[in-house]
């Protein structure tokens, strides 16, 4: 298994691994709102948590996207 993701990883380009790195880096982020949301509220909360995890993902999904094809772009020009 860690094999396989070896090669993956190897595959990739540096910009590539950098939106990799930033991406696991804002889920993170996303479990520390969680914690504090949680703690905030004394009580876990599945819609509230539900409803900020697909508003946060949505949003970072799409920025990674933009994210993806400006440097995509931006390299191929140069």
Do not use: H
Not at 28 to 39: E, R
Not at 45 to 72: K, Q
Request: aromatic residues 18%; positive net charge.
């Amino acid at each position: 298994m860690f094999s396989l993701i070896t090669e993956i990883y190897n595959a990739l380009k540096q910009w590539q691994k950098a939106l990799l790195f930033s991406f696991i880096s804002y889920a993170m982020l996303l479990f520390l709102i969680i914690v504090a949301i949680t703690f905030i509220l004394r009580d876990f909360n599945f819609l509230v948590v539900a409803g900020l995890t697909f508003v946060y993902m949505a949003g970072l999904v799409v920025f990674t996207l933009i994210a993806r094809r400006l440097f995509s772009r931006r390299l191929v020009e140069e």
